[in-house]
């Protein structure tokens, strides 16, 4: 079955800090996504990427920056987090509609 | 863009009892549905998923109806037990080459013994 592991599941930090959160895959998939989830709104789509170097730009990338360094590995990057940023965030990865999620990272910015 | 709605926020029913989740989309162009759960504390499973050329799929109590006319795709459960109790998201996309999904905002499901 598909992997998608997230770290760190929990974080903690301050208004202004910087975060970064990984995801790995393990499925051979080309397409990796970023989502953050809050209450009423579902899942939103922040950054996506079709493969090692690319990076496409969601429907709610503002003050959010997202690298992916191979095929496995998709990065979110929170250079000044806000307290707005706080949320909890899944990684997905699929080869076409069928997307997997990571276990999620919750997020608190204090 | 594309709008999901999807009803009821809320959905409590009785053990062997059916549940119905409906979401309504707007984008004719729309040709990839699914559904996902969400138990708690957990990432999104994917349920089912079809093809715009089907209208209907069964699997293991598991129900999806697609009526393209009204943009309206279902999930009915037959015969919830308390283990289905989670919250169920639909999600959609246009296959424009992204494969972006449009997700519902979910439904929190509960099953009484």
């Known amino acids: 079955e598909a992997a998608v592991t997230q770290s760190p599941r929990n974080k903690v930090t301050v208004t202004g800090g910087n975060v970064t959160l990984s995801c790995r895959q393990t499925n051979s998939h080309n397409y990796m996504y970023w989502y953050r989830q809050d209450t009423g709104h579902g899942l939103r789509l922040i950054h996506y990427?079709?493969?090692?170097?690319?990076?496409q730009i969601g429907d709610v990338p503002d003050g959010y920056k997202a690298t992916r360094t191979t095929q496995e590995d998709f990065f979110l990057l929170l250079e000044l987090a806000s307290p707005s940023q706080t949320s909890l965030y899944f990684c997905a990865s699929s080869e076409w509609g069928e997307q997997y999620f990571g276990p999620g990272t919750r997020l608190t910015v204090l | 863009g594309e709008q999901v709605e999807q009803r009821p926020p809320h959905l409590s029913v009785r053990e062997g009892d059916s549940a119905i989740i409906i979401c309504t989309y707007t984008?004719?162009?729309?040709?990839?549905f699914s559904w996902y759960k969400q138990e708690a504390g957990a990432g999104l499973q994917l349920l089912m998923s079809v093809l715009s050329n089907v209208d209907r799929k069964e699997e293991q109590g598991l129900t999806v109806l697609l009526n393209k006319k009204d943009k309206r795709l279902s999930l009915n459960l037959t015969a919830a037990h308390p283990g289905d109790s989670a919250v169920y998201f639909c999600a959609v996309s246009a296959s424009s080459g992204s494969w972006q999904l449009i997700f519902g905002s979910g439904t929190q499901l509960t099953v009484m013994p």
């Open positions: 990427s079709y493969g090692a170097g690319n990076l």
């Open positions: 984008d004719s162009a729309t040709a990839y």
